[in-house]
């Protein structure tokens, strides 16, 4: 899904049009064109696809990030009167000359957090304050209200675990290994066993 056929490096790479308010940006990192992200971080290698909504969420390394996929989205506050935005925006319609800080607090704090090698779906939504654990397929469309178990695939919606990538003693190695956390260099000097059969490249990588 990745848009671009440049190089990437060590500055982020941003598309037209997007539009970045208070974020962090790992290395080789890329931003799809039409994109908002907010008060959020990108980890080194991850990228996002076209028209993507990310807001007040961390994002691990090697992410791969589908378009339009929103994380993080804001909430309403439908526990008062009005769920319209006139009672936390109020100098917008002139009924104060202070906004509601302490709601806006609250919505920052609401954090999403998704781990390393991650694989986000065309169009999917991922909730405030869910977790999605490293190694997880999240399915095209899938609305994510709950937390997402490693390396699990999860689809529909509401979102529900279908089945895991790997089994147990796979995925309990790939944990061990973190090869996400190998330096540019080893990634390099060992491409080629990311193309090798699972259990030959935990056997390899994986310390008894």
Same mark, same amino acid.
């Given at each position: 899904?990745?848009?671009?056929?440049?190089?990437?490096?060590?500055?982020?790479?941003?598309?037209?049009?997007?539009?970045?308010?208070?974020?962090?940006?790992? =290395?080789?990192?890329?931003?799809?064109?039409?994109?908002?992200?907010?008060?959020?971080?990108? +980890?080194?290698? $991850?990228?996002?696809?076209?028209?993507?909504?990310?807001?007040?969420?961390?994002? +691990?390394?090697?992410?791969?990030?589908?378009?339009?996929?929103?994380? +993080?989205?804001?909430?309403?506050?439908?526990?008062?009167?009005?769920?319209?935005?006139?009672?936390?925006?109020?100098?917008?319609?002139?009924?104060?000359?202070?906004?509601? $800080?302490?709601?806006?607090?609250?919505?920052?704090?609401?954090?999403?957090?998704?781990?390393?090698?991650?694989?986000?779906?065309?169009?999917?939504?991922?909730?405030?304050?869910?977790?999605?654990?490293?190694?997880?397929?999240? +399915?095209?469309?899938?609305?994510?209200?709950?937390?997402?178990?490693?390396?699990?695939?999860?689809?529909? =919606?509401?979102?529900?675990?279908?089945?895991?990538?790997?089994?147990?003693?796979?995925?309990?190695?790939?944990?061990?290994?973190?090869?996400?956390?190998?330096?540019?260099?080893?990634?390099?000097?060992?491409?080629?066993?990311?193309?090798?059969?699972?259990?030959?490249?935990?056997?390899?990588?994986?310390?008894?």
């Amino acid at each position: 899904m990745n848009i671009s056929n440049k190089q990437l490096g060590k500055d982020v790479l941003i598309h037209h049009n997007a539009n970045i308010k208070n974020c962090e940006f790992g =290395v080789y990192t890329e931003v799809g064109m039409f994109n908002f992200l907010e008060n959020s971080t990108l +980890g080194d290698y $991850s990228y996002t696809g076209q028209f993507c909504f990310v807001q007040n969420t961390v994002i +691990g390394k090697f992410s791969n990030i589908a378009a339009m996929v929103r994380i +993080g989205p804001t909430d309403h506050p439908y526990d008062r009167p009005s769920l319209h935005h006139f009672t936390y925006r109020q100098k917008m319609y002139g009924f104060s000359d202070d906004d509601d $800080s302490g709601f806006f607090n609250r919505r920052q704090s609401r954090v999403t957090s998704i781990g390393h090698d991650t694989w986000i779906g065309h169009g999917a939504i991922i909730s405030p304050e869910v977790t999605v654990g490293h190694g997880a397929v999240i +399915g095209a469309g899938a609305v994510v209200t709950k937390d997402v178990a490693p390396y699990a695939i999860v689809v529909g =919606v509401p979102a529900k675990e279908i089945r895991k990538r790997f089994n147990d003693d796979v995925i309990a190695a790939l944990l061990e290994i973190k090869w996400w956390d190998w330096s540019h260099e080893k990634i390099k000097e060992h491409i080629q066993d990311f193309h090798l059969p699972i259990e030959e490249f935990v056997s390899k990588h994986h310390q008894n």
